[in-house]
Every structure is written in C-alpha cells, then in structure tokens.
C-alpha cells in the first residue's frame, strides 16, 4: 500500500496461523540512496520484471526508482545487471500512474511514456524511456485489460485505452468514453475492472455514483450505464467512496466503500444469478389493476 505522506505498508497472510499482518516495510538502501522519510514517500508503484518500480515521491515526481531484480525491497543502487537504479525520465511531467505490459507504461499529468530496454530486461545500463501519447493522466492508477492499459484523463471526465499498433510501431490513446462523457460530471475518482460475465470498467465518481462501461474491443462496443445504491427504507442513495475487484475462483467479485446513514459499510456488489431478471435496457415495473397497465409513460 502507498501513499505520498504515509510509509509504505503490506498486507500479509500467514499461512499457519490464518491470521493477517499490516505493517510498514523495511526497505535496504544503499549509501547511494536515500531513505524515504515523512511526508515524502512514493505514491505510485508496480511490479515489473520481477523489481518494485516506485515513484511520486514530493520534490521528485519525475523519478522512476527499480528495486533490485528478485528482491523487492532492496533498494541498493550499483551496476550489476541485478542492481537497483534510478532515472529522471524528463525536465517536465508529474508520474501519476505505472502499468506494467511488455513494456512498463508511464503516466504523467502531461503526457503517456513507455520504459523499454535493448535487450528486453531493464538494467542499470540498459533502459530508456520513450514517450508515446501526449494527453496527460489524473492520479489514478490505470488498470491493465487484456493487452491494452485504461487510465484516467487529467480532468477525470474521461478514460483513455493505451494500445500498441504494430504499424505505427507505439502505443496509441484513445478516449472510449467519447460518446459517455454526460456520465463522468461527477469526476472519476478511482476505476476497476471485472473481467468475468460482461467484461466491464467501474468507476467510482466523487459524487458517490458508480459508472461501468461494458466493454468489447474486438466487437468494438462500448455501453455505459449508471449505478446507485440505494437504502432500504427508501431514504437515500449509498455513496461510494471506493471499490475493489477481486478474483474468487472462477469469478470476479466486487467490494465497496458505501457511506450510509451514519456508517461507512464494507459491501459486495452482488449480481443476483435469477433467470426471471429483465434482460433489456431499460424497463419499468408497475402493477396492472382493472385490465388497465399504468405507469409507463
């Protein structure tokens, strides 16, 4: 878990005791590095190639930071093809987001990037960072679907599709929110993916509302629909502050953040596996009384 002004944590399993462990992680760095002290820790980081890759640090957010290959929380520079290693990827540009593919993918509020070597492995001696796009990201991790990143746009009302064209020889952006942007007023303020049944993105709004877009690029459809969650005794809509995706066997199963009356509860997005649901668009339930249906205006 990162946060710009907190010290990194993990959450761990044991195994023999079934009992989880939150706490901070001792890192190892060397005397070419130096140690992360408050408020300035990484905000962004990802595993790539067997390294933890950080970056977002305050007063460095152009600085990409690569563990040492096969031990993630060592951070000891050197020169060895296994050692850790720093890079400014530019003069410009804030890193809000990295997504690793067959090339690490950058985002930053100004631009998109990509990390690539010569021999195919990142090394001390063997990177270079290319750029690819040029629309800018918020501070939203992008999600990896299929062989394609989706982030999310420096003014939140969008998500953009990073994909790589073999002609072009790049990776190319594109906005599948195009004809949904009425949707996003309330301003993205996290995403997921469920890969399961309808492949969908889901995004948390500030507002508390949830907007999935179900998603097919080889059919190249694109459908969006709108979600609340409502109380039960009819008071109100939940609002949502955050969600998660999580694979469960053969299913992907979705748990939010709500803010109830009073309460912020922990809930699963269940899809009701009923075969009398209504599989349309749109539809109105109402009451047919005296051979006459009303309520269908």
């Known amino acids: 878990?990162?946060?710009?002004?907190?010290?990194?944590?993990?959450?761990?399993?044991?195994?023999?005791?079934?009992?989880?462990?939150?706490?901070?992680?001792?890192?190892?760095?060397?005397?070419?590095?130096?140690?992360?002290?408050?408020?300035?820790?990484?905000?962004?980081?990802?595993?790539?190639?067997?390294?933890?890759?950080?970056?977002?640090?305050?007063?460095?957010?152009?600085?990409?930071l690569a563990s040492k290959s096969g031990s993630l929380f060592d951070f000891t520079f050197g020169t060895n093809a296994g050692d850790a290693f720093s890079l400014d990827i530019s003069t410009k540009g804030a890193i809000r987001w990295?997504?690793?593919?067959?090339?690490?993918?950058?985002?930053?509020?100004?631009?998109?990037?990509?990390?690539?070597?010569?021999?195919?492995?990142?090394?001390?001696?063997?990177?270079?960072?290319?750029?690819?796009?040029?629309?800018?990201?918020?501070?939203?991790?992008?999600?990896?679907?299929?062989?394609?990143?989706?982030?999310?746009?420096?003014?939140?009302?969008?998500?953009?599709?990073?994909?790589?064209?073999?002609?072009?020889?790049?990776?190319?952006?594109?906005?599948?929110?195009?004809?949904?942007?009425?949707?996003?007023?309330?301003?993205?303020?996290?995403?997921?993916?469920?890969?399961?049944?309808?492949?969908?993105?889901?995004a948390v709004m500030r507002s508390g509302e949830v907007v999935s877009w179900v998603f097919n690029r080889p059919q190249q459809v694109v459908a969006p629909w709108r979600a609340t969650f409502g109380i039960a005794d009819g008071s109100g809509f939940g609002r949502v502050y955050a969600l998660c995706v999580l694979e469960a066997g053969s299913q992907d199963r979705v748990w939010m953040l709500v803010q109830r009356v009073g309460a912020v509860c922990l809930e699963e997005w269940l899809v009701a596996d009923d075969p009398e649901r209504c599989l349309l668009d749109g539809h109105a339930l109402t009451t047919q009384a005296g051979g006459v249906v009303s309520g269908l205006t």
């Open 1 to 64: 878990f990162f946060h710009g002004e907190v010290e990194p944590y993990e959450l761990a399993y044991d195994d023999d005791t079934g009992t989880w462990a939150f706490s901070a992680i001792l890192f190892t760095f060397g005397v070419d590095g130096d140690a992360w002290t408050a408020p300035n820790f990484p905000s962004v980081a990802e595993l790539f190639q067997g390294r933890l890759v950080v970056s977002g640090i305050k007063g460095q957010m152009n600085t990409v």
């Open 98 to 202: 990295m997504q690793g593919h067959r090339t690490l993918l950058i985002g930053t509020d100004r631009g998109e990037l990509a990390m690539v070597a010569q021999g195919g492995v990142l090394t001390p001696s063997d990177f270079e960072v290319r750029p690819q796009s040029g629309y800018g990201s918020a501070d939203v991790q992008a999600v990896q679907i299929g062989d394609s990143a989706i982030y999310v746009s420096r003014d939140r009302r969008r998500l953009r599709m990073l994909t790589f064209n073999l002609q072009e020889n790049g990776w190319q952006s594109q906005d599948v929110t195009f004809t949904s942007e009425h949707l996003t007023g309330g301003l993205i303020r996290d995403i997921d993916w469920v890969s399961t049944g309808n492949d969908q993105i889901l």
